[in-house]
């Protein structure tokens, strides 16, 4: 084994990652028998929107969610969803799916020729509002996991939410720096939905 193959190894525990706080869901199932997990959709996700610093987000991921709360929870009331990790403002990391298994983040979707990119997909959420900026530490947090998940797994792809579900999802939207993630994660331009990377 080498060095980076070792590394990549004590950075997980199956499919969790070891630096992550990890918060199981009930809302994840099985991926397809034949899922390549080759792709990253990034997302940016806020309760109530805008608002930073809760744990509104974990509940909402755990079923947990107090309705009743704020009044923004009545428009989404019942939902059950998921994402294999979160990452807050502060650059904390909080993992709810194991990696093996289908997280539910994407919805209906549709990218690279193939639809449901939950079954191939790792979901990743921003604690962000969608056109507004992310934070230094949530950059440093997501340039620590990819690494560790290209490492484990065949990632080809990475895009945002609004890349798969055009018209539908708008985050994690501008504010998000694709052009800086690039330069800094060593993954070829088209790795990256088309658009977002600035040519010279």
Known sequence: ?????ATASSAWKGGWYRFARWLPSPNFGTRPAQAQIDLIVL???SLPPGVYGGEQVQQLFTNLL???QHPYFEHIRGLN????????RGGEVWQFV?????A????????????NC????????????EGNSFEPAQYEAL??????LCQRYPIADIAGHEHIAPGRKSDPGPGFDWEFLRQTIGLQDQCFPVGVIRTP
């Open 1 to 5: 084994m080498s060095e980076s193959q």
């Open 43 to 45: 997302h940016s996700i």
């Open 66 to 68: 107090d309705w009743n």
């Open 81 to 88: 969803v998921s994402a294999h990790f979160y990452i807050q």
């Open 98 to 102: 194991s990696c093996g298994d289908r």
């Open 104 to 115: 539910w983040h994407a919805g209906i979707s549709h990218y690279r020729g193939r639809d």
């Open 118 to 129: 939950n079954d191939d997909s790792i979901g990743i959420e921003l604690e962000g509002l």
């Open 143 to 148: 340039l620590a996991l990819l690494p560790a």
